[in-house]
């Protein structure tokens, strides 16, 4: 089976223009198939407040209303997605913006409404979600997809959905075609020993090392459900979970020293 | 060869919901390959007013400077490009939604300064700017283009083009493919005898009849480029190009009494 590199960047990254070329140069030159995934809330933020959007959260989560959704679909859908097609085309890279309402990608449920009504959230069921057979006839056609992270109902609706279940989702489905590489790039270099030594990158993961983490502490509220995405993604077919920083994405896809490795 | 029908849409369809949903349940219910290419000035014209970006014109024509051209990738690209697709998605229609970055689907350049500066605005070479294998392939997994009215320069700059430039660049570069039917959906049922009367459609204009209508002053200033254009894409091979209003679609692409025919 042939590899396909499966990379996710934030919002760290998408504001910074220097390291933001530095890192799709490097995305550029990786050979082989690759989707990259990006996020961007922080942008939307800024947008947002010029437009008189007010950010509503219940328990430190955002809240999608109707507004909210359409400042996404606009600087996730549109600005953050094209300016990064037309920024890889410059660098002889065929990508393609794409939505999961695109060519029916990704359909998502709008998340049930329990304690919390999160508005215009969408969840991803599963594998059978993606519409391989698109992916796959366009990754044929030489074509690098880059999506944006929002799905469809399949009622018309539009989905603000998370960057990281996106590209976990992708990876798992893609996994029956192609040897997956999951990568998840972040702030930090890795997941660290020390939160406040960059250097003390944890090298490699596995189901007993994240238990032992967890138990003493070592890693954070914000990188478990991370780790335990990346476990999902192994325990379905995905070759590979990297943890790392953009800017060392070359070393990390082509499994050198940088990044932390998960496995299971 | 194959039929393949592009019909593009203007600002005042794309802001009456009712309108909209009526034209894109017929759109949808086409048969055969289609592609859709929308405008949307009015909405970003809104959506510009309330970030407070003010529309920039020289002799009545608008000027793309930066922050225009984020306000169009967001408003072209993101807001209307994604609920179209989501909506048609909604309807049984495969639509992908592009602009001419994604997989350089038209590449353009950046329009040429003589006295007025246009900024971020595209002009398209011709046939040979047009990714015609890619679309082809789209077309053939059953995937309907949706294109939102910008291309890029290839250097990684995105650009304002003209919605019925875009319709037309296609028609002509995909001529060599398919059957093509260029449609222009406007405000209009067609070309009108007598702009007061609605009901004073004429049933088609040739090279003769256009050169009459325009010494006699029936045509105004915004249908003459309208018209060359599709007299251009007549002698390019398209084989059919048809001017009328959004909500007679069906009744125009069968080729029946509504709109006005432009035949050479």
């Known amino acids: 089976m042939q590899e396909l590199n499966i990379i996710k ?6 504001d910074k223009p220097t390291q933001l070329h530095r890192f799709l140069s490097d995305f550029a030159s990786l050979p082989g198939a690759r989707i990259l995934v990006h996020g961007g809330g922080k942008i939307a933020s800024t947008i947002g407040q010029r437009l008189g959007i007010t ?18 679909t606009m600087v996730y859908g549109g600005l953050i997605n094209k300016q990064v097609v037309a920024h890889l085309q410059a660098l002889h890279c065929n990508a393609m913006g794409l939505t999961g309402a695109d060519a029916n990608t990704i359909l998502a449920s709008k998340r049930t409404v329990l304690e919390v009504d999160y508005g215009f959230a969408g969840d991803v069921a599963g594998n059978k979600s993606i519409n391989v057979e698109v992916l796959h006839g366009m990754l044929a056609l030489g074509i690098t997809p880059v999506f944006a992270p929002l799905t469809h109902d399949g009622d018309g609706s539009l989905l603000n959905t998370n960057a990281d279940t996106i590209a976990s989702v992708l990876a798992t489905a893609l996994a029956s075609r192609y040897q997956v590489k ?37 890693v954070s509220a914000g990188m478990i459900p991370k780790l335990d995405n990346a476990f999902a993604a192994l325990t379905q077919g995905v070759r590979a979970v990297q943890i790392g920083d953009a800017a060392e994405i070359n070393d990390i896809v082509a499994g050198g020293k940088a990044g932390t490795l998960i496995t299971l």
């Open 9 to 14: 960047i934030g919002g760290n990254i998408l």
């Open 55 to 72: 950010p509503k959260y219940v328990d430190g989560r955002r809240i999608t209303d109707a507004e909210t959704l359409e400042l996404v």
């Open 182 to 218: 999951l990568t998840y790039c972040f702030e930090k270099r890795g997941v660290l020993q020390d939160a406040t030594d960059d250097d003390s990158v944890i090298a490699q993961i596995d189901r007993e090392k994240f238990l032992e983490l967890k138990e003493t502490g070592v």
